[in-house]
């Protein structure tokens, strides 16, 4: 029988819901035997099905959109590549959920792992069933971001009830800044949350404007607004991409971009960002 597959393996193959196979079962739209019960579907049958029906095919296709987390530098680049892929960041975890869910192509993380490792066992565990690249964009400095006036300010111990901008739960920001308090043995008590920022720009001009007096972020950023800035780490940014969509044209005119002259005169004006791996697989599923 290795060459059927079960529901949730066709859900995968076809990235769409499981509940969708059940549907097409019901209405015979799919080929499919029952074997004592239970839903079995020929590979072969399946590619025959999908080759006769490409409207089927494409009614399949994943949405065109960039979730996980936000970057500046990758917004810029999405934007003037004119690649037709729509952005939705919500932060790292959300876009592993979302690209679990078939609601994109691509997702953005730089979630912080044992060992000084970066994304790989998260899209190992959340995406186990998917095909998948995970390409590094970029290595970035971040650290405390705070006003010239705050020149007391050199260590994460010096935040103490001080105003901070918080970012959303299950953010790479606030999973790394969980592991900075805890190696401080800290509590979020000991700082004042003001408010939650949902991009690495509302949460540094936060500071810039005088809402709050400190936050965790990006040295391009702090550097954008005349802030100062003390690093704390050079965290991993990472894409996690479905295979095929890599090869598909949307992408591929992203990278394009990637190589241009444009886009090298577009990366000094992010200070703190290292390319120098663009592109490197760190896992293939």
Not at 55 to 78: I, N, Q, R, T
Not at 192 to 218: N, Q, R
Not at 244 to 267: D, R, T, V
Request: with cysteine.
């Amino acid at each position: 029988m290795n060459d059927y597959i079960t529901t949730d393996e066709v859900a995968s193959f076809l990235r769409i819901k499981s509940r969708k196979v059940y549907d097409l079962v019901s209405k015979d739209e799919i080929p499919y035997k029952k074997v004592m019960g239970k839903l079995l579907f020929s590979k072969k049958e399946l590619d025959d099905w999908l080759n006769a029906n490409k409207k089927v095919e494409k009614a399949f296709k994943l949405p065109s959109v960039m979730l996980g987390s936000h970057d500046p530098l990758l917004e810029e680049s999405l934007k003037r590549s004119n690649c037709g892929i729509a952005i939705s960041f919500d932060g790292s975890k959300q876009g592993l959920i979302r690209m679990n869910n078939f609601e994109g192509i691509a997702a953005g993380l730089h979630i912080f792992e044992e060992e000084e490792e970066w994304n790989i066992n998260s899209v190992k565990k959340q995406l186990m069933n998917k095909d998948v690249v995970l390409m590094e964009w970029a290595k970035r400095s971040k650290g405390l971001v705070f006003k010239k006036n705050k020149t007391d300010i050199t260590s994460i111990n010096d935040l103490k009830n001080l105003n901070f901008a918080n970012r959303q739960k299950g953010t790479g920001t606030e999973i790394y800044l969980d592991y900075l308090f805890k190696k401080n043995n800290l509590t979020k008590n000991d700082l004042k949350f003001i408010k939650t920022y949902y991009t690495e720009t509302d949460a540094v001009m936060s500071v810039y404007e005088g809402e709050t007096d400190a936050t965790f972020g990006l040295k391009s950023e702090a550097m954008k607004f005349d802030l100062n800035f003390v690093e704390l780490v050079k965290e991993r940014f990472d894409i996690v991409l479905d295979k095929s969509a890599y090869f598909e044209e949307n992408f591929q005119i992203l990278m394009k971009y990637c190589n241009s002259g444009e886009f090298n005169s577009l990366m000094k004006k992010f200070p703190g960002y290292d390319l120098s791996e663009f592109g490197k697989f760190h896992y293939v599923s």
